[in-house]
């Protein structure tokens, strides 16, 4: 590609099957030294194969590697790391009741005594303007700083490439900002990034080249700057996106409000998790209210709260005039609530039961599937046969596993199901969490027109765009508090991003950097 | 190299073919045992599970079957359920111990009386004192999150010393001239569990434990209590997202356990033993658990296994009298159908493949 800059990782026809899947299929492409390379493709594409083949945590099928000229094939993420290649995973993984430095010993093959290291993590933090003590837990860090404990364990080991997943996922707009000062400047000292998202925009203002895969092949290279976001969003899903289309809001005769919190405070039932404190709004009929927060602020415990899996005192969750907050969750489905949680595989569904079970996990009240104690099996494989139909879920059947599903498929299964009750209340964490372009289109066009329908909903998400583009109104969680409501209309990212707490007091981080 | 490979789905085949594999893996490592002790092994397998139901003495030791199966089958239905759940239950031998002295208490406490209610109360007094044994480690769990295993397991120990108070003390027959051991309720017609078809073995246990099948069939695949078992036990948070509450299913499955081994052991003590004596208990409780999961948690599988077991008990018997194979020999046999059975139910989940080494 590019003849100026000497090539540091060539990838050249690399394969690798799944039973009944071809993650990766004759994948070919290079980055140079110093170069921040995009990895774009749709959940499912085979970005994350393809990067674990280049850590070493998985062996391609067929096909080559070369790293600085030479041969490069790591057996273990070991040898990958002995041969200057970093990982940032999208999930990470750390112990949360050690402090920073604990946790970068543990990746450690030789570790320093435990001050050597602390003052080369004081001083690696300065260098790139990552500020970060050792010395803290990382069950008190926020996602931002976790992430940043991550890129200074590899940082140590002064890697030539650095492969990122998805890090902006769990960072706020500013928080993002601060990122791609220090990746700049790790790339403009000559380490490669190899950097996957699907956010385009992102890669647009940050990388000097694309690879574009689909279905496991790579469809494009590209310089991103030179194109646009919706070229490339082509690319890289195949067919032309239709944005979700609003319709005029109705009104509805003034009620009691469809949801009303007041005052809700309730301790988190998880470890390390967020209590909520005194959080109050309500959501009128036919109001949708979106909620951001990064990951880890009270967004899985007010889901919990709302959906009655916690309970609190009485008055804290209303419908219609109605106290549920001491009520479980099947009085809170009998007014006509219903619920996603984020977690699809063994909080949602069930991953050893069938579809139809699952669809008689929280339609049993809703679509009526009992008679007398007795399940009507055939009315709940009709139910379920038609949330695959109207949500198009790819499965071979209703009788298969929900484990056996891809994600994004048994997302809209779960998404489905709740919308399909005519509820009265939608509460849904993380609507098009994993799930392509397409079907992430789909599935906010079913959340407005279940709104249109009248019903009061509440979406929590990380994903901004899914929240401007159907929410009425926006409030931001964080650290369990929920700032006070304000309409979508003339909201702008930089104010989002000061309502979710700005940069966590990163502001000043590169000001002497 | 061999690899485990996840199935995308449970595979139904192997899920139906491992019990059959699992025994003929027991037959083949049992028979080596035996050659080990120097006995025939072809005879001892024949001896065990041919003889029994086929042999010379088969036509007493066919009614056997039914006797031995009877309480195994009813303790393990009542496990199942709590097993599918993921509540463990290990203390079946002590809630069927209570049973018993519950059961036989009523009975002897009204001795000689004779009413057509004294049965049937001795059996619903039998269920009551399992369900109580079983409430115990059910109480503790939902309230202070103890472990149910140890709970209910060390309780067996307490309803073995209670037993052994009882055969030598408040239940002893008074006539009995200080013999351990209570009266004998075949001679006592309003409290007795004779059997109903001369030879067969057929008492009401028996057919209590095929009811408990029936029944336990119809829960698990239509009714929603059996969903709800099934979904504690495979999706502990999606229950709780589905509603179900967790210390209710604790009491619920521990009680209907308690009380079906309950069942067992008032009927036992009634028809096939006769009194309550130090030795009353010998084993059925904690055999039911591998009768359970030799039975693959269904019921229609417990049932089969039931009378497996029940034959692997009386064809042991045998052998150790015939042949002379050591009892211990015995046990360990029958320890590896459920060695064998929990092994190869990995195929059930996962395939295996081979793989050829050095690819790139």
């Known amino acids: 590609m590019t003849a100026t800059k000497p090539m540091l990782l060539t990838v050249q026809g690399v394969t690798k099957a799944y039973p009944g899947v071809v993650a990766n299929a004759d994948v070919s492409f290079s980055v140079g030294v110093g170069e921040i390379h995009a990895l774009l493709g749709e959940n499912g594409a085979g970005k994350s194969t393809l990067v674990k083949m280049i850590y070493g945590l998985i062996k391609p099928d067929s096909g080559t590697m070369t790293l600085n000229g030479a041969p490069y094939a790591p057996t273990a993420p070991r040898a990958a790391r002995g041969m200057g290649v970093g990982m940032v995973f999208q999930h990470f993984s750390l112990f949360e009741a050690l402090n920073v430095a604990e946790n970068v010993t543990l990746g450690m093959e030789n570790p320093p005594p435990m001050r050597d290291l602390a003052g080369k993590i004081r001083q690696v933090s300065a260098d790139?303007?990552?500020?970060?003590?050792?010395?803290?837990?990382?069950?008190?860090?926020?996602?931002?700083?976790r992430q940043r404990v991550e890129i200074i364990r590899c940082l140590l080991q002064d890697p030539k490439l650095l492969i990122m997943d998805e890090p902006t996922s769990v960072l706020t707009p500013q928080e993002v900002e601060i990122l791609f000062k220090t990746l700049r400047q790790l790339?403009?000292?000559?380490?490669?990034?190899?950097?996957?998202?699907?956010?385009?925009?992102e890669i647009r203002t940050l990388c000097d080249a694309a690879t574009i895969l689909r279905r496991g092949r790579v469809v494009a290279t590209c310089t991103p700057r030179d194109r646009t976001a919706r070229e490339m969003a082509e690319l890289m899903v195949g067919t032309v996106i239709t944005p979700p289309e609003r319709r005029a809001r109705?009104?509805?005769?003034?009620?009691?409000?469809?949801?009303?919190?007041?005052?809700?405070?309730?301790?988190?039932?998880?470890?390390?998790?967020?209590?909520?404190?005194?959080?109050?709004?309500?959501?009128?009929?036919?109001?949708?209210?979106?909620?951001?927060?990064?990951?880890?602020?009270?967004?899985?415990?007010?889901?919990?709260?709302?959906?009655?899996?916690?309970?609190?005192?009485?008055?804290?969750?209303?419908s219609f005039g109605v106290a549920l907050g001491a009520q479980g969750p099947n009085p809170r489905r009998r007014v006509g609530f219903v619920s996603a949680p984020e977690d699809r595989l063994g909080h949602a569904a069930a991953p050893d039961m069938s579809l139809v079970e699952n669809a008689f996990l929280t339609a049993t009240i809703g679509e009526r599937l009992t008679k007398s104690g007795f399940i009507d099996w055939p009315a709940t494989r009709d139910f379920a046969e038609r949330v695959i139909k109207s949500y198009d879920v790819r499965t071979p059947g209703p009788m298969v596993a929900a484990r056996a599903l891809s994600g994004g498929n048994l997302q809209k299964f779960v998404i489905g199901r709740e919308l399909s009750q005519s509820p009265q209340v939608v509460l849904i964490n993380q609507p098009t969490w994993g799930v392509d372009a397409s079907a992430a289109a789909a599935i906010r066009?079913?959340?407005?027109?279940?709104?249109?329908?009248?019903?009061?909903?509440?979406?929590?998400?990380?994903?901004?765009?899914?929240?401007?583009?159907?929410?009425?109104?926006?409030?931001v969680l964080n650290g369990g508090r929920l700032s006070v409501p304000r309409p979508v209309q003339g909201l702008t990212i930089d104010e989002i991003g000061l309502m979710m707490g700005g940069a966590h007091g990163m502001e000043v981080a590169h000001a002497h950097a | 190299m061999l690899t485990l490979e996840k199935r995308p789905t449970p595979s139904r085949l192997w899920g139906a073919a491992t019990p059959v594999l699992a025994v003929l893996l027991t037959m083949g490592a049992g028979g080596i045992l035996f050659a080990l002790l120097g006995k025939d092994p072809f005879e001892a397998i024949r001896t065990i599970f041919w003889d029994p139901l086929f042999g010379e003495f088969a036509w007493y030791l066919r009614g056997q079957l039914l006797v031995k199966a009877g309480?195994?089958?009813?303790?393990?239905?009542?496990?199942?359920?709590?097993?599918?759940?993921?509540?463990?239950?290990?203390?079946a031998e002590g809630q069927y111990i209570m049973g018993a002295l519950f059961g036989a208490s009523v009975g002897l406490a009204v001795f000689p009386t004779e009413n057509r209610l004294i049965f049937p109360a001795m059996i619903l007094a039998g269920a009551f004192g399992g369900w109580l044994w079983g409430m115990i480690p059910a109480i503790l769990k939902a309230v202070f999150n103890t472990s149910e295993i140890l709970v209910s397991l060390m309780l067996v120990y307490v309803a073995e010393r209670i037993l052994s108070k009882a055969a030598l003390g408040f239940l002893r027959n008074p006539e009995g001239a200080g013999f351990p051991g209570s009266r004998n309720f075949a001679q006592y017609p309003a409290a007795a569990n004779p059997e109903l078809i001369a030879g067969t073995g057929m008492h009401w246990g028996v057919v209590a434990a095929f009811v408990a099948v029936i029944f336990a069939y119809v829960l698990l695949q239509r009714h929603i209590l059996g969903f709800q078992i099934k979904l504690a036990g495979q999706a502990p948070r999606a229950a709780r997202f589905h509603g179900i509450n967790p210390a209710w299913m604790t009491v619920m499955c521990l009680g209907i356990s308690g009380a079906l081994a309950g069942?067992?052991?008032?009927?036992?003590?009634?028809?096939?033993?006769?009194?309550?004596s130090i030795d009353f208990n010998v084993g059925y409780g904690f055999t039911a658990i591998i009768v359970a999961f030799l039975g693959r948690l269904n019921p229609v599988g417990i049932l089969l296994a039931g009378l497996l077991m029940a034959l692997t008990y009386i064809g042991g018997e045998m052998a150790s009298t015939n042949l002379g194979l050591p009892s211990a020999a015995i046990q360990a046999f029958q320890g590896m159908l459920l060695f064998f059975l929990l092994a190869v139910d990995v195929l059930t989940n996962y395939r295996i493949r081979l793989f050829a080494k050095g690819v790139a």
Do not use: C
């Open chain 1, 250 to 318: 109705r009104q509805w005769p003034a009620t009691a409000a469809a949801l009303q919190v007041a005052d809700l405070s309730v301790a988190s039932p998880i470890q390390f998790g967020t209590s909520l404190k005194s959080i109050s709004f309500s959501v009128a009929k036919g109001e949708i209210l979106g909620v951001a927060g990064v990951a880890g602020n009270g967004q899985d415990e007010l889901l919990l709260a709302l959906s009655g899996e916690l309970r609190s005192a009485p008055g804290m969750v209303q």
């Open chain 1, 445 to 475: 066009q079913a959340i407005l027109d279940r709104a249109a329908e009248g019903a009061a909903v509440v979406v929590i998400s990380q994903d901004l765009d899914d929240l401007l583009e159907i929410a009425d109104n926006f409030a």
């Open chain 1, 187 to 201: 790339a403009s000292e000559g380490t490669a990034i190899l950097y996957i998202s699907h956010k385009l925009e």
């Open chain 1, 128 to 145: 790139y303007g990552l500020p970060l003590d050792p010395m803290r837990r990382v069950g008190d860090l926020s996602a931002g700083e």
């Open chain 2, 263 to 276: 069942l067992a052991g008032v009927f036992e003590v009634t028809g096939p033993a006769g009194q309550i």
């Open chain 2, 71 to 91: 309480p195994l089958i009813l303790i393990a239905i009542g496990l199942s359920l709590g097993f599918r759940a993921g509540i463990w239950n290990i203390g």
